[in-house]
């Protein structure tokens, strides 16, 4: 397993350790909390949120995807880059979520888990490996390539966030997650936000 990616995933199971032992006092003080809360927002907590997670089958889905995806990316790609595009993809999620749940929904929860970084890593995986096939962990047979598992991923969360079906899921910083993930992309590609290539 390259480096940052074996990192991640043990930083996040040591700090999943800790919450067994703390308690949810350290997601009073590191989960994400929306402005205007019942929680104190501070900005540690655009990082620090994505290392918490609330149970070890929340923990396990988002390190295997980690996994998945990040090893390969961080194969092709310096470490550097790698790891700053995931915290990128944590970030803008964070800001995301908190920016269409805390001032339009007014949500009040705190938001916890890697699952912005997750989705950034996903986009990244499509844009560089397009027609590797992706199968469903509960439906092996399908298969479907890269970029299409992508586009269909990110209109469903579009919609359950809009809709709010799925309560307690931050649709919104998975959103985030994406396109923090493919500004990632393009700035190590050399190209603006539109494409376009840099002077």
């Known amino acids: 397993m390259p480096p940052i990616t074996f990192a991640l995933i043990l930083l996040n199971v040591l700090v999943y350790a800790l919450e067994v032992v703390t308690g ?16 104190t927002f501070h900005l540690w907590q655009l990082v620090t949120y994505s290392f918490l ?16 995806f990040g090893a390969e990316l961080e194969k092709r790609w310096n470490d550097l880059r790698y ?42 995986y499509a844009l560089y490996f397009p027609r590797n096939v992706i199968s469903i ?19 469903v969360e579009l919609i359950l966030g809009l809709t709010s079906t799925d309560a307690g899921v931050a649709h ?4 985030g ?6 500004l990632g992309v393009q700035y190590f590609r050399g190209r603006g936000m539109f494409g376009k290539r840099k002077s």
């Open 83 to 124: 790891l700053l595009t995931y915290l990128l993809s944590i970030v803008v999620a964070a800001m995301t979520q908190i920016a269409v749940s805390g001032y339009f929904l007014h949500s009040s929860s705190a938001v916890i888990g890697a699952s912005g970084g997750v989705f950034g890593l996903l986009l990244a």
């Open 53 to 68: 997670h609330g149970s070890p089958a929340h923990l396990g889905f988002n390190m295997l995807a980690v996994w998945m």
């Open 137 to 155: 962990v509960f439906l092996p047979f399908v298969r479907i390539p890269a970029r299409t598992f992508v586009l269909g991923y990110g209109v």
């Open 172 to 175: 919104f910083a998975h959103l």
């Open 24 to 39: 949810p006092e350290i997601i009073r003080v590191f989960g994400l909390w929306p402005p205007g809360s019942d929680g």
């Open 177 to 182: 997650g994406l396109f923090g993930g493919w």
